[in-house]
């Protein structure tokens, strides 16, 4: 909504442009960027409306909660994505590209999208390294560029699925796959986060097929590595010690055939750093 007390627009939500007509002759109006009304010509001058800029918070906000992203994701973009953790060691270099090469592909996603998104992304890297917030970044970018987005956490996408099981038909209901299956820009948030039953998986797995092959873009992030995840066993500053990876890897968790589906669909883009939570906002590097 427009603001009531709004000097530029008296809270209609629309301001009036007018510029001269430079060309008399010329008629033909190209409306400035989210013009309202098709221009209206007077003398000499010509009048339009565009919305007035104490609308755009709001339609920011409707444009995100139809992405459905989840208001403690706001305060993440691109230009709130740290590349340096301010750790000074040789380690710390290794964290740094890492975060940096994670923020260039994805942002760069972004940037391009739809050009080039023949591929989606995995975002894999351990818990905290802004997986989501690079994700929601890049998701929130796309949608406010006027395309369809929704962003779905993988728990509860699987919980919609499992209560929306209808025995009758032995399947999901198509109001809750629908949107799923068809937003231009599906980010599935924490895959691998739940072990669903098989047929929910299966769900998953259909979900993923049927984008892939209507040429539709997922984003994914993970905690849960392959075998082959190349990180490093560091002390952070700390003192904390952070092994090698071990336990469930993202096939363990997904099973063979999501993982390699994934694979085809995907660029997996590795990130290695420490928690950012844990570590970098503790550590008082940020003020
Ligand atoms: N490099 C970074 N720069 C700025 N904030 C970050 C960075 N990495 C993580 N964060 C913040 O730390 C919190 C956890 O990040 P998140 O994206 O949820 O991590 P992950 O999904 O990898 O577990 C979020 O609030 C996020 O905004
Ligand atoms: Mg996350
Ligand atoms: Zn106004």
């Not at 007077?42 to 104490?54: L, S």
């Not at 994505?81 to 380690?91: A, H, I, N, V």
């Not at 962003?151 to 099981?165: A, G, M, T, V």
């Not at 092994?243 to 968790?253: K, N």
């Amino acid at each position: 909504m427009a603001q009531a007390d709004c000097p530029n627009c008296a809270g209609t939500g629309w301001r009036i442009v007018e510029q001269p007509d430079e060309n008399a002759e010329m008629r033909v109006v190209a409306p400035a960027n989210g013009a309202h009304a098709g221009a209206a010509a007077g003398e000499g001058k010509t009048v339009w409306a565009v919305p007035c800029d104490c609308t755009v918070g709001d339609r920011r906000s409707r444009v995100v909660d139809r992405a459905r992203l989840p208001r403690r994701y706001v305060h993440c973009n691109f230009e709130s994505y740290d590349t340096d953790l301010g750790y000074r060691s040789s380690e710390a270099k290794v964290w740094n590209h890492s975060l940096a090469q994670a923020k260039l592909v994805v942002q760069a996603f972004a940037r391009d999208f739809p050009v080039g998104a023949e591929h989606g992304l995995l975002l894999m890297g351990p818990c905290g390294v802004g997986k989501t917030h690079l994700a929601v970044a890049a998701l929130e970018e796309i949608v406010q560029r006027g395309h369809s987005g929704l962003f779905y956490d993988y728990r509860e996408l699987l919980k919609e699925i499992q209560d929306s099981y209808n025995p009758e038909s032995n399947s999901t209901e198509m109001s809750v796959l629908e949107p799923v299956l068809k937003t231009e820009v599906l980010l599935l948030d924490d895959v691998g986060s739940s072990k669903p039953s098989p047929w929910a998986l299966e769900t998953v797995g259909h979900i993923l097929n049927t984008r892939y092959n209507e040429h539709r873009v997922t984003l994914l992030t993970t905690n849960f590595l392959d075998k082959d995840f190349k990180r490093p066993a560091v002390t952070l500053p700390s003192g904390e010690a952070i092994a090698a990876p071990g336990g469930d890897t993202l096939e363990d968790r997904v099973g063979m055939r999501i993982r390699s589906r994934l694979y085809e669909m995907c660029r997996t883009v590795e990130i290695v750093a420490p928690d950012y939570r844990k570590e970098v906002r503790h550590a008082g590097f940020h003020a």
